[in-house]
């Protein structure tokens, strides 16, 4: 089975500096995907990034990027200008790649606080 | 690009009274459906899945159940509820070639 371990339960960053989420994982899968999603106050989850394990370019969407480290089995966010609109819990995933079913494992998440 | 649309936003249910949590998905067809449960503070804990019409594999026996009676629409029940089924429900969607999971907006139920 799977696991997900996201060692920081609270972070806290001024806003315009740079933060890094961390996450490790556990499989012995070579072929999966990684996520990191957002859940605002709202509680909607909304998809930031995601990974392929194949590729070895890190993702990059806007000011978020991750650091994907495989052999250490490792994925960390890294969030630059945080905006105070990012105060959220963080959530790291990992799917298997699959052609069927393909549930989501989580890790229990980091709440992250932008301060102004 | 799917929306996932989830029902009631909220919920006060005394024990021992039934549930019904709907889901329905727009813009894509035949989709994995999920149903999470995320305890306060805690993470996301998968309690079933359906790859189709009909079928639906649970994750974690308790008292709920879950039906997919169209290819779009899934739902999760109860008989009975616990004051431990409290929770935020949240339910997910992935479909066509897309990998990635959406979810709604959730349900916060409260037991009381």
């Known amino acids: 089975a799977q696991t997900v371990t996201q060692s920081q339960p609270e972070m806290s960053v001024q806003d315009a500096e740079t933060v890094t989420l961390s996450c490790t994982y556990d499989?012995?899968?070579?072929?999966?995907?990684l996520f990191w999603y957002k859940q605002p106050p709202s509680r909607q989850m909304i998809l930031v990034i995601r990974?392929?394990?194949?590729?070895?370019q890190n993702a990059t969407e806007n000011r978020f990027s991750v650091n994907f480290q495989k052999a250490a089995k490792s994925f960390s966010l890294k969030i630059s200008d945080s905006q105070l609109g990012d105060t959220a819990m963080y959530f790291c995933?990992?799917?298997?790649?699959?052609?069927?079913?393909?549930?989501?494992?989580f890790g229990k998440g980091t709440r992250l606080s932008v301060i102004a | 690009s799917q929306t996932i649309h989830q029902w009631p936003a909220t919920l006060v249910q005394p024990v021992g009274s039934p549930l019904s949590l709907e889901c329905t998905v727009e813009g894509t067809s035949n989709p994995n459906l999920y149903w999470y449960r995320q305890a306060a503070g805690r993470g996301l804990q998968l309690l079933f899945y359906?790859?189709?019409?009909?079928?639906i594999s649970s994750e974690v026996p308790q008292n709920l159940s879950a039906s997919r009676p169209q290819d779009r629409q899934f739902i999760l029940s109860s008989k009975k509820l616990l004051l431990s089924d409290s929770g935020f429900y949240l339910c997910a969607g992935q479909g066509g070639f897309s990998y990635e999971q959406y979810f709604g907006p959730g349900t916060r139920l409260t037991v009381t």
């Open positions: 990974q392929e394990a194949y590729k070895q």
């Open positions: 499989t012995s899968e070579n072929n999966y995907y």
């Open positions: 995933a990992f799917m298997k790649r699959n052609s069927g079913n393909t549930p989501l494992v």
């Open positions: 359906s790859v189709g019409i009909g079928q």
